[in-house]
């Protein structure tokens, strides 16, 4: 029982640091659509309708949502930093777009997005709390304080596919390759809810990155939208992975699969299969979890079947 908790202990917390977990906070679920109503309007992706953008002072947005703002004229003009962070500007249509997860790991309260050089324009990010559910794990004092060394081929393995997955994420197209709205990948009852907190004796280790969709073995697993296989291979914690790249720092990934249909490199189209449910890598059962992970944080995938990507109506 020992052994089995310490090693799970330690997956959990190499898997924290896979998915990008790991943070404190109280987090968040839903997303605040963010534009006024003029430029919300539904239109082509990447071709937002207003020619003049107007730029907000002030968004709101919920731990685990995202947020967006259109600027006139192309990226280059707009160099961004949100929070202190360079992050992309990607072209939509004559306009640009920077487009943001508030990471379930901020904490309530204002941030500062900034673009341009010389008279750059600042938009207060006003991220809001969520209730992120908890659960909450007890183990003895001798158990927690349990550390089993890891193996070093184990742990150089896990560090050099923690750079393969940030790597795959890390070169999204310019232009959004979705098309219309996005599409639950299987059909199945939540068994694990994103953003949840995990608590040890108390202390929080680790965070849930994604949905935990439980569904039977050798289900089919859809294509959430169009996109090209940035990663599809076997990895140690996660089993047989799939990322998705969707364009304008968009991923989403699907873990655990019994069998990867897809490989990288590959362009897939929305509702296409790419693999069966399964558990693999470090599960307890067969689910698939399925994460979206926008330009460094990952958001709630509902969302993108809730309200949509920028421009495009569910
Ligand atoms: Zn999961």
Do not use: C
């Not at 917390?13 to 430029?39: D, F």
């Not at 207060?124 to 001798?142: D, N």
């Not at 989403?252 to 069966?276: A, C, D, F, K, P």
Request: proline share 9%.
């Amino acid at each position: 029982m020992k052994a089995i908790w310490r090693r799970q202990a330690g997956f959990l917390a190499l898997l924290a640091a896979l998915l990008g977990a790991g943070a404190l906070a109280a987090l968040a679920v839903s997303a605040i659509r963010v534009l006024p109503a003029a430029l919300a309007a539904p239109g082509p992706p990447g071709t937002p309708q207003a020619a003049q953008p107007a730029i907000p002072q002030k968004l709101e947005v919920s731990q685990g949502g995202y947020f967006y703002i259109i600027l006139p004229g192309p990226p280059q003009q707009w160099p961004a930093r949100f929070n202190g962070q360079a992050v992309p500007v990607y072209p939509a249509g004559k306009n640009s777009i920077i487009w943001l997860a508030a990471s379930y790991e901020l904490k309530p309260g204002p941030y500062l997005l900034e673009a341009g050089t010389d008279r750059p324009i600042r938009v207060q990010i006003q991220v809001k709390a969520h209730a992120f559910p908890v659960q909450a794990l007890a183990v003895s004092a001798a158990q927690e304080q349990i550390v089993r060394p890891e193996d070093p081929a184990v742990a150089a393995r896990e560090q050099q596919e923690v750079r393969a997955v940030d790597a795959a994420r890390s070169h999204s197209s310019p232009h959004p390759l979705w098309q219309g709205a996005f599409i639950w990948p299987v059909q199945g009852h939540i068994s694990s809810e994103f953003g949840l907190i995990r608590k040890v004796n108390g202390r929080i280790t680790g965070r849930h990155s994604g949905l935990d969709i439980a569904a039977p073995a050798g289900t089919p697993v859809l294509a959430s939208n169009s996109g090209v296989v940035v990663l599809a291979r076997n990895l140690l914690l996660t089993g047989n992975t799939v990322i998705l790249d969707h364009g304008w720092g968009l991923t989403t990934s699907y873990l655990h699969m019994s069998q990867l249909q897809v490989h990288e490199g590959q362009q897939v189209r929305r509702g296409q299969v790419i693999g069966t449910v399964g558990a693999t890598g470090f599960a307890t059962g067969p689910h698939l979890h399925w994460t979206a992970h926008l330009s460094g944080g990952f958001i709630d995938p509902r969302i993108l079947l809730n309200q949509g990507p920028p421009g495009v109506a569910p």
